[in-house]
């Protein structure tokens, strides 16, 4: 964290105190737990699909990098990529809903679709993860204080 140089010792302990319970505030709030995924999803499920999907397990996942989430319907549970953390509530419902669908429709078929027009947000979500990749594909731009060089 930077501070103003201008601070006293007592300043700059009261200042990061403030910051560090602003942002685990921040975190606390935008971040479901398992349980709570859980109960999300079962919401959704009822509310998008007449609750037919019905998961045994929802829970967060740090190993799926090229993946949002993925379903083992044999197994009724689902699992949501670490990297949806912070998104926004409508894209994390969509990944949930797209996710309870495999739970009754095997594949990308036109009947998986169908399930999912229910859901008004579908394209902006998709819309959004795909604008996400995207951006990771970028180059980087020079970090702070590196002069850019030009060839």
């Known amino acids: 964290m930077l501070i103003p140089?201008?601070?006293?010792?007592?300043?700059?302990?009261?200042?990061?105190?403030?910051?560090?319970?602003?942002?685990?505030?921040?975190?606390?709030?935008?971040?479901?737990?398992?349980?709570?995924?859980?109960?999300?999803?079962?919401?959704?499920?009822?509310?998008?699909?007449?609750?037919?999907?019905?998961?045994?397990?929802?829970?967060?996942?740090?190993?799926?990098n090229t993946r949002w989430g993925s379903c083992t319907p044999s197994e009724g549970s689902i699992r949501l990529s670490h990297r949806l953390q912070g998104m926004p509530e409508y894209v994390v419902d969509y990944v949930l809903l797209h996710e309870l669908a495999h739970l009754l429709v095997p594949g990308h078929g036109p009947a998986f679709w169908r399930l999912l027009e229910a859901y008004p947000r579908t394209e902006r979500a998709r819309g959004y993860l795909e604008g996400v990749v995207a951006a990771a594909r970028l180059p980087h731009p020079p970090a702070a204080g590196e002069a850019a060089r030009e060839e």
């Open 5 to 64: 140089a201008r601070m006293s010792e007592a300043e700059e302990r009261r200042w990061v105190g403030v910051m560090l319970d602003k942002l685990a505030a921040q975190e606390s709030r935008g971040v479901l737990g398992d349980r709570e995924l859980t109960e999300r999803a079962l919401h959704l499920s009822e509310q998008y699909f007449d609750g037919r999907a019905r998961p045994r397990s929802v829970r967060w996942v740090t190993n799926q």
